[in-house]
């Protein structure tokens, strides 16, 4: 990293580009949180035995972005100790790539865990982006959690 | 009255455009938007039990209550993350 940036405690954001895992980490890890948890979710090669090509990320990016600061809020809320950073990716994603990453950074692994699971929780539940599924035979949306 | 309606995802494909705009009856609420698409976009009606709804980008139950220029979002079941 050629500057030092400042320590957020909360980032927010949905991006086209692929996700540095590392500089997300940089942004809320900090001298006093002694974890700091990463989820990260990819694109999986399979769905149902049939094989998975790419996927296709689309949001409402104005309400996704309103979500996800929606979300860092509560769980600022719930536990104001920890510091959060959640992205997403849109666009076509090839698979292995990074769609979505969340790191938490918290003074104790406890509160870290609950504080990452609620996020993801949120985000499943929440978040306005749908996925296209491509097949080796045609696409479809995806219409369950999964 | 007028309102804009967004369609994503599959609520797109049944209807064939991103963006609409709708005529309502003053004090119409979403779920008469809702029953008015679903006759004009027949295929909409399979993804009508499921869909959820955002009026000014937040979700909103099918009895809020449309103004005129207000942004209803049909939005299918989410699947991000």
């Known amino acids: ?146 | 009255m007028k309102i804009t309606v967004l369609c994503f995802a599959a609520a797109r494909d049944a209807t064939g455009v991103a963006t609409l705009s709708l005529e309502l009856e003053p004090g119409a609420r979403v779920a008469d938007a809702s029953a008015i698409l679903v006759v004009r976009h027949p295929g909409l009606a399979p993804a009508v039990p499921v869909l959820r709804f955002a009026v000014a980008e937040e979700f909103v139950p099918p009895e809020h209550v449309l103004h005129d220029g207000d942004t209803l979002a049909l939005l299918p079941p989410v699947s991000g993350g």
Do not use: N
């Not at chain 1, 405690?9 to 949905?14: K, L, N, S, Y």
């Not at chain 1, 090509?53 to 972005?65: F, N, Q, T």
């Not at chain 1, 699971?117 to 749908?130: F, G, M, S, Y």
């Open chain 1, 1 to 146: 990293m050629d500057a030092i940036q400042p320590i957020e405690t909360e980032v927010a954001e949905i991006c086209t580009a692929p996700i540095d895992v590392a500089a997300l980490q940089a942004r809320v890890a900090h001298a006093g949180a002694g974890a700091v948890l990463t989820f990260v979710g990819t694109v999986r090669d399979h769905k149902r035995g049939r094989r998975v090509l790419r996927i296709h990320y689309e949001a409402y990016e104005s309400m996704a972005r309103r979500v996800l600061h929606r979300i860092a809020g509560e769980v600022r809320r719930e536990w104001p100790e920890c510091r959060i950073a959640l992205v997403h990716r849109i666009g076509l994603l090839e698979v292995g790539e990074a769609s979505i990453a969340i790191v938490v950074a918290s003074p104790h692994r406890v509160a870290g865990f609950a504080a990452l699971r609620a996020a993801i929780e949120a985000v499943k539940r929440d978040l306005p982006v749908w996925k296209r599924e491509f097949f080796e035979d045609g696409a479809v949306w995806v219409q369950e959690g999964s």
